[in-house]
């Protein structure tokens, strides 16, 4: 059903796009984060994964690459006005803003309008985040880590995704449950996990096409003056941390949690292990040849690598994660 409506909304015209959409298995990588959903609003949460997959494809990624910052700035605010006006009639030839538009129609059918507008507000996020992606393209800048770590929770997407995990569920999160301290805290260390994982799983295959400048390894060498071996190792070193913080936050979360909020903390633990295992089969992601030897360790959940404690990581931006947790009795 997804591929007969990405062919209707015109979102891959070309046999490489056609392709890749047929290796992605988006549909797998949805189900696994939300596998008790209804299934016509998870056929909406597919389709909308896979615009984002198209969108990145056709102005973020190989075949767009040197897309003008000033044009996807006028870009992304018409797409995100709109969001907030879908009767407008705005590129009207465009497939992905009309594609858009549709999507968000099919989520009213779903959606409570206090759902619709944090889905909305997730997207013009990542919208903006591909602005700050094309300037770094642009002027050939690598980021600060501080820097990289916070905006790539918008321009990778992994805040929009999230919004989408009650809709589907059929629940609706109180804005007081989702004001939590300790629920920002969980949704951004697994947004931040997902993103991590997808940068030491896709880094060998990013070398090998453009050099992504958005990747944490490149970061890493970058500020460190370090090998691909080193920051690798530093990147798991991290990884791992944030693994066993979200354990602690997500154990602690469940405790008094409602049941719109314990659905959605699972379907933060299943977002984190759903894009390990896609990954390791997605065509997007998966190329044997380019694959290092020890991507493998991945696909555990429990961190196993040297003793992994609860110090937080001293990034200053993210050390609030750490606060959230109770004192352990």
Same mark, same amino acid.
């Given at each position: 059903?997804?591929?007969?409506?990405?062919?209707?909304?015109?979102?891959?015209?070309?046999?490489?796009?056609?392709? %890749?959409?047929?290796?992605?298995?988006?549909?797998?990588?949805?189900?696994? @984060?939300?596998?008790?959903?209804?299934?016509?609003?998870?056929?909406?949460?597919?389709?909308?994964?896979?615009?984002?997959?198209?969108?990145?494809?056709?102005?973020?990624?190989?075949?767009?690459?040197?897309?003008?910052?000033?044009?996807?700035? #006028?870009?992304?605010?018409?797409?995100?006005?709109?969001?907030?006006?879908?009767?407008?009639?705005?590129?009207?030839?465009?497939?992905?803003?009309?594609?858009?538009?549709?999507? +968000?129609?099919?989520?009213?059918?779903?959606?409570?309008?206090? +759902?619709?507008?944090?889905?909305?507000?997730?997207?013009?996020?990542?919208?903006?985040?591909?602005?700050?992606?094309? #300037?770094?393209?642009?002027?050939?800048?690598?980021?600060?880590?501080?820097?990289?770590?916070?905006?790539?929770?918008?321009?990778? #997407?992994?805040?929009?995704?999230?919004?989408? @995990?009650?809709?589907?569920?059929?629940?609706?999160?109180?804005?007081?449950?989702?004001?939590?301290?300790?629920?920002?805290?969980?949704?951004?260390?697994?947004?931040?996990?997902?993103?991590?994982?997808?940068?030491?799983?896709?880094? +060998?295959?990013?070398?090998?096409?453009?050099?992504?400048?958005?990747?944490?390894?490149?970061?890493?060498?970058?500020?460190?003056?370090?090998?691909?071996?080193?920051? %690798?190792?530093?990147?798991?070193?991290?990884?791992? !941390?944030?693994?066993?913080?979200?354990?602690?936050?997500? !154990?602690?979360? +469940?405790?008094? #949690?409602?049941?719109?909020?314990?659905?959605? /903390?699972?379907?933060?633990?299943?977002?984190? %292990?759903?894009? @390990?295992?896609?990954?390791?089969?997605?065509?997007?992601?998966?190329?044997?040849?380019?694959?290092?030897?020890?991507?493998?360790?991945?696909?555990?959940?429990?961190?196993?690598?040297? !003793?992994?404690?609860?110090?937080? /990581?001293?990034?200053?931006?993210?050390?609030?994660?750490?606060?959230?947790?109770?004192?352990?009795?």
């Amino acid at each position: 059903m997804t591929q007969e409506w990405t062919a209707r909304q015109r979102l891959y015209v070309d046999k490489r796009g056609l392709l %890749r959409l047929s290796r992605l298995r988006a549909g797998e990588f949805v189900s696994r @984060i939300m596998p008790s959903g209804s299934e016509p609003a998870l056929q909406v949460a597919v389709d909308f994964f896979v615009w984002l997959f198209a969108f990145d494809d056709a102005f973020c990624d190989e075949d767009a690459f040197g897309q003008p910052p000033h044009g996807m700035a #006028a870009y992304a605010g018409l797409l995100g006005h709109l969001l907030d006006s879908p009767q407008t009639r705005i590129l009207p030839e465009d497939p992905f803003a009309q594609s858009l538009r549709g999507l +968000q129609q099919r989520l009213v059918r779903h959606a409570s309008p206090v +759902q619709l507008h944090r889905w909305s507000d997730a997207v013009r996020g990542y919208l903006h985040g591909q602005v700050w992606e094309a #300037a770094n393209r642009d002027a050939q800048r690598v980021c600060d880590l501080e820097t990289y770590i916070t905006l790539r929770l918008y321009s990778g #997407a992994v805040m929009a995704c999230p919004t989408l @995990i009650d809709v589907v569920n059929g629940q609706e999160l109180s804005a007081e449950e989702l004001s939590r301290p300790l629920v920002r805290a969980a949704s951004e260390v697994a947004a931040t996990l997902v993103i991590w994982d997808n940068d030491l799983i896709s880094h +060998q295959k990013e070398l090998h096409t453009r050099g992504e400048l958005h990747n944490l390894l490149t970061v890493l060498m970058h500020a460190r003056r370090c090998s691909e071996a080193e920051a %690798r190792h530093e990147a798991l070193r991290m990884r791992d !941390a944030l693994m066993a913080l979200l354990l602690r936050l997500l !154990a602690q979360g +469940q405790a008094e #949690a409602s049941r719109p909020l314990s659905m959605y /903390l699972k379907g933060l633990g299943h977002f984190v %292990r759903a894009n @390990i295992d896609w990954s390791n089969v997605s065509g997007r992601y998966f190329d044997p040849e380019l694959r290092a030897p020890t991507d493998n360790v991945m696909a555990c959940e429990v961190p196993t690598r040297d !003793a992994v404690t609860l110090t937080p /990581l001293p990034i200053a931006s993210v050390q609030w994660w750490w606060e959230c947790l109770s004192p352990e009795k």
